[in-house]
């Protein structure tokens, strides 16, 4: 785990191909000759089912009225939600050829994707981005797994078996009336096929240069007091990452996990859905700790970070009536990480009850209750320490939304609130008001304005963590520290969001958004008073920095995307989003170094293209291309990255797809980029 005394920001550059070393060219060029060899022997094989049905036939006025759920708790067409809307289809997903939900995400417009090591990203939306990223608020079927304790998502231990996804709905912009503290700048919620959809058995796998696997056996069925069912298994090992002296990074990563889902309808009113994970892996890092106060000493150490997670949901949906509904889920999770310089255990227990209700012809009621309880434990090193050393905190919430259909058909107002009681800073309301006018079919526009909280966890009230130790003054040494604030105060959002959708044709539909959003009480980094301090021995002079709330400021920029069929065989996809932040000081803050490290960290510019050609043969060239504004704070000059691959489906239980990839990484790892070659097939058995 890496710790820095302001938000730790990711570095992306991709350097001139005459500033790689050695080793890295090798590594390309035996890419490309794996890349040719792989599309040779998808031009070789046997044809082995029936030709799959081509769905870039599919009509993009579909696309535009996929079913969602993330906007207000109730299924709505995307062409009706009133937010900065984005989903991940399942086709989506066979074309991108990503290996993990990082890579997937690359996809989302406006979403700041950079990859920081061989396991750890950086995510987040409309700035703020870093390895410690707070502000984006991530599910899995309904669970958060945003962490309490270090108020980020870590990505390493997140992995769902993509062929088991239904679809991933990403939320630019805030959802916190909805989905509660901590959705300040978006919300991604990954949704998985129910049982009933995965029957049979799938096997799938793959490698190359950079990774084996990831290598996935599944299989469903049904059983008389079940239901429908499915249980799985994965794992995969990605290879460490090279310095440009041609040296092992050490950074590797290793997973295993597996779960099991099930779907039943006891009666024609009631559906029960019972669901749950266990994972294990390791990654490792390089890492500069301090070892030593006398004599000073720090190392850079080769650290594991090892971590195993388990969990339990059950969710019950009953409907009472043609117009109302209502769903109880509860779920527990457990999670252990750490490495050598730090340990933490996690527990959550979360409850959530809903009603769906029509009020009247014009009136469309959600609202619920919620209540989550965390329980930690840490154990204290040199480097990181927890005070006190166990903790147990409580969420209490209340959220309604109602839906007024002023013109039917043309115009709705939505407007609602989430009431919260949390054990850091107390009590908190999000409000939203949304605005929807479709004048015709092809046609829509929306505005929203929405508050929303970051509420502090145990990194920003609890923790100190010691970064370097240095020979002080008359030869006593000095330890530099990062302290938790107790009295550290929520982060607030005011945002300002509007829309226009349009299906010109069959063949081109455009989204677009703007948006403004106004920060206050952001956390700051303020340097204290050296004070002498005898614990932990030897006596020396401790340099304090301390988490305070002496910032505030603004964003605003817009996203824009297109889905174009050109032709009958090709379809093209192009997305851009600027992003601009302005953030100050209030009178009396002595932070000198978070807001030119923030502004800086999150890219000005974001541009990328996707295409997808449908090919005789049954082969499909799909290819991206993404382009990032530099990181000025970071010295990292702008940057484009390219994706391709070409996928052999000769029939829907068959398909096979070999794929070239740059990769980028965080400058401050020394790392550079290189070029990943692989090939991926899948099979299934369908009952």
């Keep these: 785990m890496q710790v820095h005394h302001v938000k730790c920001v990711v570095a992306r550059q991709l350097p001139s191909l005459s500033s790689l070393s050695a080793g890295t060219l090798r590594t390309a060029r035996r890419a490309r000759v794996l890349a040719g060899a792989v599309l040779l022997a998808c031009l070789g094989i046997a044809d082995l089912a029936a030709q799959a049905p081509d769905l870039t036939q599919k009509s993009l006025e579909d696309l535009m009225n996929i079913d969602v759920t993330s906007v207000s708790k109730k299924a709505q067409k995307t062409s009706q939600a009133a937010a900065a809307i984005f989903v991940i289809t399942p086709e989506d997903i066979r074309r ?94 990954i949704i998985t096929n129910s049982a009933e959809k995965t029957q049979g058995g799938t096997v799938s796998g793959g490698g190359g240069n950079a990774a084996t696997g990831p290598e996935t056996i599944r299989y469903g069925g049904k059983a008389r007091k079940i239901g429908a069912y499915r249980v799985y298994a994965e794992g995969f090992h990605n290879n460490s990452l090279f310095t440009p002296a041609g040296l092992d990074g050490q950074d590797d990563w290793r997973l295993v996990h597996g779960g099991f889902r099930t779907d039943s309808t006891p009666n024609a009113r009631d559906s029960v859905t019972t669901e749950g994970d266990i994972a294990e892996g390791d990654a490792g890092e390089l890492t500069t700790v301090p070892i030593s106060i006398e004599p000073p000493e720090n190392a850079t150490l080769a650290l594991r970070n090892r971590y195993s997670e388990w969990n339990l949901l059950g969710r019950w949906n009953r409907r009472i009536s043609p117009g109302s509904e209502t769903s109880l889920q509860v779920y527990f999770d457990r999670i252990v990480r750490g490495d050598s310089t730090y340990n933490l255990g996690l527990n959550s227990l979360d409850i959530d009850f809903q009603h769906h209700v029509g009020w009247g012809a014009r009136q469309d009621i959600v609202w619920g209750l919620g209540y989550r309880v965390s329980s930690d434990g840490t154990n204290p090193t040199l480097r990181i320490v927890f005070t006190p050393k166990k903790k147990l905190t409580q969420l209490f919430s209340l959220f309604a939304q109602d839906e007024i259909t002023i013109c039917p058909e043309r115009l709705r107002l939505s407007f609602g609130a989430r009431f919260e009681h949390n054990g850091y800073t107390g009590f908190d309301i999000e409000p939203s008001v949304r605005l929807a006018w479709t004048p015709n079919s092809k046609n829509m526009l929306w505005s929203a304005i929405s508050g929303a909280v970051r509420i502090p966890g145990r990194y920003n009230t609890d923790l100190r963590a010691n970064f370097s130790t240095l020979p002080g003054p008359g030869g006593m040494p000095m330890l530099i520290s990062m302290f938790g604030n107790p009295q550290e105060k929520d982060e607030r959002l005011t945002g300002f969001d509007a829309g226009y959708r349009n299906t010109w044709t069959s063949n081109l539909s455009l989204d677009s958004t703007v948006f403004y959003n106004r920060y206050r009480d952001l956390e700051s980094v303020g340097l204290g008073t050296a004070v002498v301090e005898m614990n932990p021995s030897p006596p020396h002079l401790l340099i304090p920095n301390t988490f305070g709330n002496g910032l505030y400021g603004e964003t605003h920029g817009m996203e824009v995307f297109a889905n174009w069929k050109a032709s009958r065989f090709w379809t093209l996809s192009p997305g851009y989003a600027f992003m601009t932040m302005h953030l100050h000081a209030f009178p009396g803050s002595h932070d000198a170094t978070t807001i030119p490290g923030t502004e800086g960290s999150s890219p000005d510019h974001q541009a990328q293209l996707r295409s997808s050609i449908s090919l005789p043969m049954k082969l499909q060239w799909n290819a991206s291309g993404a382009f990032v504004d530099r990181l000025p704070a970071l010295s990292i000059s702008a940057y484009t990255r390219v994706d391709t691959g070409l996928t052999w489906q000769p029939g829907g239980s068959f398909s096979l797809r070999a794929c070239l990839r740059s990769s980028e990484q965080q400058p401050e790892k020394r790392q550079v980029d290189h070029l990943q070659a692989g090939i991926q097939f899948a099979f299934a058995v369908l009952p």
């Design 96 to 189: 991108s050829g990503a290996l993990n939900i990082p890579d997937l995400l690359r996809m989302v417009p406006g979403l700041d994707v950079a990859q920081i090591d061989g396991s750890q990203w950086a995510i987040s939306a409309r700035g703020f981005n870093g390895q410690y990223s707070n502000k984006l608020l991530v599910l899995i079927d309904g669970r958060t797994v945003y962490n309490p304790a270090f108020v980020n998502v870590f990505w390493d231990s997140q992995n769902v078996p993509l062929e088991s996804i239904e679809r991933i709905e990403v939320i630019r912009g805030p959802g916190a009336a909805v989905w509660g503290s901590n959705a300040v700048n978006g919300v991604i919620n």
